[in-house]
Nanobody
């Protein structure tokens, strides 16, 4: 079994910063792309940022210039540095990764974390 565990959410004032972390654990052979998604109250889950194993990144327009996604392949961990936070960034943030496990060595599993709440007050 593999799992993703997020941490780093919390309450912050507008203009502040937070750093989210997501660590993968279990019987991992390899991790492909990793990413962060978010779901605000009453809205659909949306992509925030992704990072390929080689480091290529992709951001939603609202995150460009404020958020930075990075990963440490040795630690099987992905990070999301969020600066200049706005109230509209309030959401549950979910980590996602494509993971090749010893139990499924021929296909990547689409794995999600449990989510971490980010609340930005005005």
């Amino acid at each position: 079994q593999v799992q993703l565990v997020e941490s780093g959410g919390g309450l912050v004032q507008a203009g502040g910063s937070l750093r989210l972390s997501c660590a993968a654990s279990g019987t991992i052979l390899s991790i492909n792309a990793m990413g962060w998604y978010r779901q605000a109250p009453g809205k659909q889950r949306e992509l925030v940022a992704t990072i390929a194993r080689g480091g290529t990144t992709n951001y939603v327009d609202s995150a460009k210039g404020r958020f930075t996604i990075s990963r440490d392949n040795a630690k099987n961990t992905v990070y999301l540095q969020m600066n200049s936070l706005k109230p509209e960034d309030t959401a549950i943030y979910y980590c996602n990764a494509g993971i090749l496990s010893t139990t499924t060595p021929s296909r990547y599993l689409d794995v999600w974390g449990q989510g971490t709440l980010v609340t930005v007050s005005s």
